[in-house]
DNA sequence: GTCTATATGAAGATAGAC
DNA sequence: GTCTATCTTCATATAGAC
C-alpha cells in the first residue's frame, strides 16, 4: 500500500440498514470516507460539508456536533460486527470449532465488506466521550467476550490447547481487525479466500482437534 | 482497557540511544506520550511544549515543524523495530522455524517494550509527506520483506504449509502489531510469555513440522 | 432544511528581544 | 536557547433569514 495512504480501500460503503435516507445519510457516508482516510480530528465539518454538497452550517441541523457523527459511525461499525459474529456462531452448533471457523469468517468478513467503517470504529473510538462512546464500548466487550466464550469452552471440552487464552483472543481478533488497513477489493484476492484462511490460522493457533465438517 | 484510552500503557520511553541531550530529547518524549495517547492531529504544539517545560515558540528552535517531529518517532519506531527483527532473524541460524520464532519474539517484543513508539508509528505513519515518510516508508517494507522471504523459505523446503504465503505474513504482523495497544506492563503478564506465545501461534499459524530446539 | 454571516477560540508558525 | 508577542489561518459551532 501507498505512503500516505491510512487504508487501502477507496470506497465508503453502508448498508442501507445503516445509512438514514436524505442529507443524514450523505453526510454520515461523507464522514465515514474523510474520517477513515485522513481521521477524526484532521477531517473538519467543513470537509464533511463539502464532501455531502452542503455547507457547513447545515450539518448541525442533523447532528448536534461533529463528536456525534463519529459516535454514530462508531455505533454502526461495532452493531455491524457484534451482529455478524452473534449470528454467525448461533447458526454454527455447538462444537467449539465450528463456532471459531463461524466466528473469524465473520469477523474478517465484516472488515473486508466495510474497511472504512472497521477502521473508523475501532481506531477513533478513543475519541468519543464516556457518554457517547458507552454503548459502543459495551458492544466491543461482547464480541470480544464471545469469542473468549467459544475459546474456553474449547479448552474446557479439550479440543483446543493454548498456553494462554486470553492471548489466543488477542492474537485472533487482532489479526482480523489489521484486514481493514490492507484490504481492498482491487487485489487479487477474494474476501471469501482471506475469511476462509484466517479462519484456518485461528483453529491452527487454538490446535484445534479436528477440521469442522462444511455447512 | 477503559474507554478514552487509546492504548494500555502510561509511559513514554525511548531508549538513551534514541533520545538526544537536552530539550530535543524532552520535546521528542513529551511528543511520543501526547501524540500516542491523543493523536497526532489532536495533540497541539502548545501540548508538547507545555508537557516538555517550554514555550511552544521553542520548539521551533529544535524541530522545524510538527511534522518533523511525528516523522522522527516514526522513524526511531521502525528503525528499532527493523533493527531487533533483523538481528534477531541473523543471530538464529538458517532454520525456517528458528527463524520465525526469532522474529516473532523481536517483533513482539518491540512492541510490548515501546507500545507507544509502535502505536504512533504505525498509526501515524500516513500523516507524513511522501518526503519525511520515505526513510520509514522503506524500513517498514524490509521488515515486512524479511518476514515474508522467511515464509517463502520455509515452504520451499517444505517445512511450512499455509494456504496463502502474504496473508501469513499479515496475520503474524497483524496480530504483533496489535499488542502495543493492549499490552501494558502492570498487567499480570509478562513481556517475555506474550513474545512466547505469540511465536508459538505463529509457528502454528505456518502449520511448522518441528519446534525449533532452545537457543 | 438550507443558506449567509459570524462569533469565538485555537491551531501552526514567525519576529525579534534577551 | 528561550522567551514574549503576534500573524494568519482554520477550527467548531451558532444566529437568524428564507
Redesign the pocket.
Known sequence: MSINRRLAATTANLLPEHKPP???GQILEAALKLFAERGYAS?????V?AAS??????I???Y????HILAELCRIGHEEQNRGVRTAVLNNGADPCAQIVAYVRAHVGMHTAFPMLAVVANAELHVLSAELGAATFALRQQSEQLLADIIQRGLDQGVFNVPNAWLAVAAIGGMGLRVAYWYSPEYHLEAREVAETYAEFALRILACRHRPSEP
Chains 1, 2 share one sequence.
Open positions: 436524505g442529507s443524514p477531517a473538519s465539518v467543513r470537509d460539508a454538497g452542503l455547507k457547513p452550517a447545515t448541525y441541523a442533523h448536534p456536533s461533529k463528536e
